[in-house]
């Protein structure tokens, strides 16, 4: 997913950020609100998802990996045929 700023969803305070972006009183990346979280967290969650699939692959036998993707189609199907 992209980094991009977040919009505020209210249309009057879009408004005034893109009014302030144009006339140059806002740089666009500043625009973005505080999200309250911490940055060195945030890196480390990163990390850690990076890592996570490539490791839980490694792990896995032929046959654990087949029974996923056994579940996973029967659950798929079964899904389908409900509707």
Known sequence: MPDRPSRPKDANKLA?????????EVDESESNEDTGKNPAAVALGKLGGQKGGEARARTLTPE??????RSAAQKRWSSSRND
């Open 16 to 24: 005034k950020l893109i009014v302030d972006i144009a006339t140059g």
């Open 64 to 69: 654990r990996r087949a029974e996923i993707a």
